[in-house]
Structures are given as C-alpha cells and as structure tokens.
C-alpha cells in the first residue's frame, strides 16, 4: 500500500536556526509530491509542490524542498526559521497513475523567539 | 478566505441523529474532496467526486453519504454516527485530480 512517512512528529527550534523536515514515500512510480502547512487555527494552505523538472523547488515564505527519486524523498527545507512558521506540517503524494493522494501524520513545528 | 468554504464550523449531534455538512468553493475546480482530521491520525481521504461522479470511496462506513449534486457544492450526510467518528471533516477542491487541494476551515464533529 502507498505510504507517506515523516519522520519527526515534533520539532522545536529557535528563530534563525536551519530546519529540514524528512518525508519519504513508498509508491515507485510517477508520483506528484505537496507540502502543505497549517498554521494554529488557519486551514490547511499549499507551501510548495513538484510535478516535473527541476528536483528543487521553492514555495512560499522562504520554503524549500527537493526530490530525491532514487531515495523516494521529498525533504522540506528553510535556512532561517521565524517565530511565525510555528506550524503543523504535511507532506503529499499523489500517485498519478491511479490518482490516489495520501498524507503523511505530519510534523509540529515549534519555533522560539 | 480560501475559497471554499465549509458549513457548520462545530456541530454536536447524537448517535441517531441525522445531520449534514455542507462544502461550497467558488475556484472553478472539477474535483471535490472530503477528508477525515482525527487526533494523531493522518488524514484520511473518504470520498472522491471528478466532475460531479465519485470516483473514490476508501471503504468509508455507509453511515457516511456523500453527495455532490454540481461541481461547485459536495455534501457528507451523517446518520447514526458513533462516539470514534468524532473528528475535525475536511473538504477540498482541486483543478484536476493530480493537482494541488485547496482546503476548507472544516467541520468540527462531536458525536455524544
């Protein structure tokens, strides 16, 4: 069965330190990759996502993430954190073949000031 | 805002009663999704509407019936529901199936 595995559940740094978020999955065919992020009471919003091309790509705020096919990864990156991305975090993958998306549990983001 | 927008935020229903949760997105978007939210639980997908057909059902309990009556509105009928389908319900919307969902607040449920 597909799956998405994040690898930390929680998180916590403080402002300015460098985060990478972990997520790998297990479908080896031709997958379309999401992070999405929810921030305390807001729903959940797309960071960044890859379908094709370039394995790195960038989203918003600053976000960062890059697949890695041979290692079925798609790891979340950001080189300066802010108070403001204490955040919940999941990672996406949808199997384009069958169409079918699954989400990883997620990983809580705690940032101090 | 986000585009779609689901109704009623918070509802507490009993085990026989009937209820329905209500999404509406003003996107344009042809594919329309509920998810299911529990605590330290990924989310679930349930149900898959393409155009106004469902096209996926992740062997949801029938005691959940969706319904997608054009491809802007999609609705999740509840009945005899038990105390575990207490959980936060999402709805999504995306261009196309593959492509990016966007989510609404969600519904969250209480079944006492």
């Known amino acids: 069965a597909q799956s998405v595995s994040q690898h930390n559940h929680h998180v916590i740094l403080s402002e300015a330190a460098s985060l990478e978020l972990g997520c790998n999955y297990s479908?080896?065919?031709?997958?379309?990759l999401f992070w999405y992020v929810q921030y305390p009471g807001q729903h959940l919003q797309l960071l960044l996502k890859y379908f094709s091309g370039d394995p790195l790509v960038k989203g918003i705020k600053g976000f960062e993430a890059e697949f890695i096919k041979s290692k079925f990864s798609f790891n979340l990156r950001k080189p300066s954190v802010q108070w403001s991305d204490t955040a919940e975090y999941f990672c996406a993958v949808i199997n384009t073949n069958a169409g079918k998306s699954t989400f990883g549990d997620g990983t809580t983001l705690t940032v101090k000031p | 805002e986000t585009g779609v927008t689901q109704t009623p935020r918070h509802l507490v229903m009993g085990m026989t009663n009937k209820k329905s949760l209500k999404c509406e997105q003003h996107?344009?978007?042809?594919?329309m999704y509920w998810y299911k939210q529990s605590a330290k639980k990924p989310l679930e997908l349930m149900f898959v509407y393409n155009f106004k057909e469902q096209t996926e059902n992740n062997s949801v309990p029938s005691r959940f019936s969706p319904e997608c009556p054009n491809s802007s509105h999609l609705f999740l009928h509840l009945h005899t529901l038990q105390p575990e389908d207490s959980a936060l319900y999402l709805c999504?919307?995306?261009?196309?199936?593959?492509?990016?969902?966007?989510f609404g607040q969600g519904t969250r449920l209480t079944v006492v």
């Open positions: 479908y080896g065919g031709t997958v379309n």
């Open positions: 999504a919307s995306s261009q196309r199936r593959n492509t990016e969902a966007f």
């Open positions: 996107l344009g978007h042809n594919a």
